[in-house]
């Protein structure tokens, strides 16, 4: 007998058998925490400020109530978040090591998005998103873009930065993607109550009624390049523009 056997930590050995294991789901454990972070509206990136045109929709008539509210929201996440703006997260986070070619993705994405409102809220997002991450996340590519949008070379579009971060924090493209959809969607929400007065339970139903949306939209999405990004809503690119112009207006989108 061997007294010191270390495949046996009764006999005074160490076992370190589940190590390996304890690691992994430790690392993972941190990844989902990350995803769990970006989809949250605790996330300081402004997103309580904008409507997306949304309050134009209210003060139109067009939006009046829940049934009105998931109409609208499904046309946004067809039209606009699954071939603009999930596309740009997954080309991101693709490139995510090189931040010319990421650079390159923010480009399109700024070129692809009519409305200024839009342009602006989605910049002011991102570049709060990095500055975030390059004080938490100590990541340095995450820090190197966000010198490089702090100085006018890069835009920094929210979907850019998210993916960008996503992929340094090592979240799979895809729930990256979902991510996005799902705090888009409170956002809105969000938004909404404070436009409509909307109920909590009647804004949790239109959220769970669309999150088979959101799902389908990110999978019809997956393999649309950023030669075939787009963002074709015209209602709501109109409703946006006539947003600027608004006299009174509560979001900044």
Do not use: W
Request: net charge negative; aromatic share 4%.
């Amino acid at each position: 007998m061997n007294d010191g056997d270390a495949s046996d930590p009764g006999a005074g050995g160490t076992d370190t058998s589940g190590t390996t294991a304890d690691s992994t789901d430790a690392t993972d454990a941190r990844t989902r925490l990350a995803a769990y972070r970006f989809a949250d509206s605790f996330l300081p990136v402004g997103g309580n400020t904008v409507s997306y045109g949304l309050e134009q929709f209210v003060q139109s008539g067009a939006v009046a109530d829940g049934d009105d509210l998931r109409e609208v929201l499904e046309s946004y996440l067809r039209r606009q978040v699954g071939p603009c703006e999930t596309v740009a997260i997954r080309a991101a986070h693709a490139v995510a090591d090189d931040l010319d070619a990421v650079r390159d993705v923010d480009e399109t994405v700024r070129a692809t998005t009519l409305a200024a409102e839009f342009r602006e809220s989605a910049t002011k997002a991102g570049r709060r998103l990095l500055e975030v991450e390059a004080e938490t996340g100590g990541d340095p590519v995450v820090a190197a873009y966000e010198e490089r949008v702090a100085s006018g070379d890069a835009p920094g579009n929210y979907p850019v930065a998210l993916g960008l971060v996503a992929a340094r924090r090592g979240i799979d493209a895809g729930e990256a993607c979902l991510v996005h959809a799902h705090s888009f969607l409170t956002d809105m929400l969000g938004a909404a109550q404070r436009l409509l007065s909307l109920g909590h339970v009647t804004a949790q139903r239109v959220l769970d009624d669309l999150a088979p949306v959101a799902a389908a939209v990110v999978a019809a999405n997956e393999d649309r390049g950023t030669d075939r990004m787009e963002a074709f809503a015209p209602l709501v690119d109109v409703h946006a523009m006539e947003h600027e112009r608004a006299d009174r207006r509560l979001f900044l989108s």
